[in-house]
């Protein structure tokens, strides 16, 4: 069965380390979309991408970075982790901008 | 700013009631209205959509729209306590690819 998947689901880092977190598709969506979720605040969205080499900024995208180099895989690098960007983060993928979005599993990451 | 609104909660209902869970959102030009469930501790998942205004029933869920009041409602029949989580309110606005999310109502059904 077509999925979306996350990796790795809880992670601990430092603060100042970089950090990737995977997204990987199976059902050739082109769209795929990043959020993380934080109490008080609901699902925000970081960046998004329309296919194979686009990228978007969304609404809280300072600190985060993406690329898309083929459509099944969305990782979301934090350059330089930061102890407000402990959240829990959640990628989601569309068929088009108009259908609905199906989301990933999530990873919960903690940065000390 | 494109604003959506929920009442945060928690909403308790008893078993077998209709629970109803309310959105409003800001951009008059608004298109296309989703509503997930998130468990705790899970990602959301998709109840439904819809698009235009009146009612769409799905089994025990039907979503209403009235896009002149601005608001979207999803009502729950015969609610059964594996129907307690967050409800979220999504919505796509004029002119944008992308959604934006309320922050969720709990509910709770009680047995």
């Known amino acids: 069965d077509a999925e979306i998947t996350q990796s790795p689901r809880h992670k601990i880092t430092e603060t100042g380390r970089q950090v990737t977190l995977a997204c990987h598709q199976t059902w050739n969506h082109n769209n795929m979309f990043w959020y993380r979720q934080d109490l008080g605040h609901g699902l925000r969205l970081i960046h998004y991408s329309y296919g194979v080499q686009d990228t978007n900024k969304g609404e809280v995208s300072d600190g985060y970075s993406v690329s898309r180099s083929n459509t099944e895989d969305l990782p979301l690098t934090l350059e330089s982790a930061a102890s407000s960007q402990t959240s829990v983060y959640f990628c989601?993928?569309?068929?088009?901008?108009?259908?609905?979005?199906?989301f990933g599993p999530g990873t919960r990451l903690t940065v000390l | 700013q494109k604003e959506v609104e929920q009442n945060s909660g928690p909403l308790s209902v008893p078993e077998g009631a209709i629970a109803s869970l309310n959105c409003t959102y800001s951009?008059?030009?608004?298109?296309?209205f989703f509503w997930y469930r998130q468990y705790s501790g899970k990602s959301p998942e998709l109840i439904m959509f819809i698009y235009s205004n009146g009612d769409k029933e799905d089994g025990r869920f039907t979503a209403q729209l009235n896009k002149a009041s601005q608001y979207v409602s999803l009502l729950i029949r015969d609610s059964q306590p594996s129907d307690s989580a967050t409800y979220l309110c999504?919505?796509?606005?004029?002119?944008?690819?992308?959604?934006?999310f309320g922050k969720g109502t709990m509910l709770l059904v009680s047995p």
């Open positions: 989601a993928s569309s068929v088009s901008s108009y259908n609905e979005q199906f």
């Open positions: 951009d008059r030009g608004s298109q296309s």
């Open positions: 999504a919505v796509r606005g004029s002119g944008y690819s992308t959604l934006t």
